[in-house]
T-cell receptor, first 112, second 114 residues
Framework: GAGVSQTPSNKVTEKGKYVELRCDPI?????LYWYRQSLGQGPEFLIY????????DSGLPNDRFFAVRPEGSVSTLKIQRTERGDSAVYLC??????????FGPGTRLTVT | AQSVTQLDSQVPVFEEAPVELRCNYS??????LFWYVQYPNQGLQLLLK??????LVESINGFEAEFNKSQTSFHLRKPSVHISDTAEYFC????????????FGGGTRVLVKP
């Protein structure tokens, strides 16, 4: 079956602009996670959804970052007033509760 | 809070030689442990996992890892590497109380030389 998909695969934006990154989880997976991977580092947790609600958003770096999952499937990560330090690969993963996480290919965000 | 330390950022190794990637973790609760692999220009893939039971876990492509609770380690080993094992390897930890969110180490880049 289809895996986790993320769009766009690459996004280049100017400093100060707003961006949206989309994640389509594996069908039936109720848990959805966002991570951020900066160059040369391991992924860092951002936010976790169980169904429609954000169960843990402790990894969001500041209030410029926000994520939604209105129907319990697709999720959108939103970044306002982007900064050069936001440049990274944004990873999405989905799973059944308590089970293995399957990762998407990521969105590479470059803020110029 | 939980954390993961991968002691080696890069490991060069000759083809058919053994390799060991070290991983140590810190957590105040019982954990699940994982190794993920990221091949060049590809996404993260689960290599193997420890959830409970036997402390030695194996992957289908010849890797194995052993959970050592007393040393809080989960080192990854392969007795004979192939060129195709060139990749970045990430150790990760999670726990049920934290919603199974993964905490990753910094990664170890393995370069297999002919």
């Amino acid at each position: 079956g289809a895996g986790v998909s993320q769009t766009p695969s690459n996004k280049v934006t100017e400093k100060g602009k707003y961006v949206e990154l989309r994640c389509d989880p594996i069908s039936g997976h109720t848990a959805l996670y966002w991570y951020r991977q900066s160059l040369g580092q391991g992924p860092e947790f951002l936010i976790y959804f169980q169904g429609t609600g954000a169960a843990d958003d402790s990894g969001l770096p500041n209030d410029r970052f926000f994520a939604v999952r209105p129907e319990g499937s697709v999720s959108t990560l939103k970044i306002q007033r982007t900064e050069r330090g936001d440049s990274a690969v944004y990873l999405c993963a989905s799973s059944f509760p308590g089970s293995e996480q399957y990762f998407g290919p990521g969105t590479r965000l470059t803020v110029t | 809070a939980q954390s993961v330390t991968q002691l080696d950022s890069q490991v060069p190794v000759f083809e058919e030689a053994p390799v060991e990637l070290r991983c140590n973790y810190s957590s105040s609760v019982s954990v699940y442990l994982f190794w993920y692999v990221q091949y060049p220009n590809q996404g993260l893939q689960l290599l193997l996992k420890y959830l409970s039971g036997s402390t030695l876990v194996e992957s289908i492509n010849g890797f194995e890892a052993e959970f050592n609770k007393s040393q809080t380690s989960f080192h990854l080993r392969k007795p004979s590497v192939h060129i195709s094992d060139t990749a970045e390897y990430f150790c990760a930890v999670s726990n049920k109380a934290a919603g199974n969110k993964l905490t990753f180490g910094g990664g170890t880049r393995v370069l297999v030389k002919p």
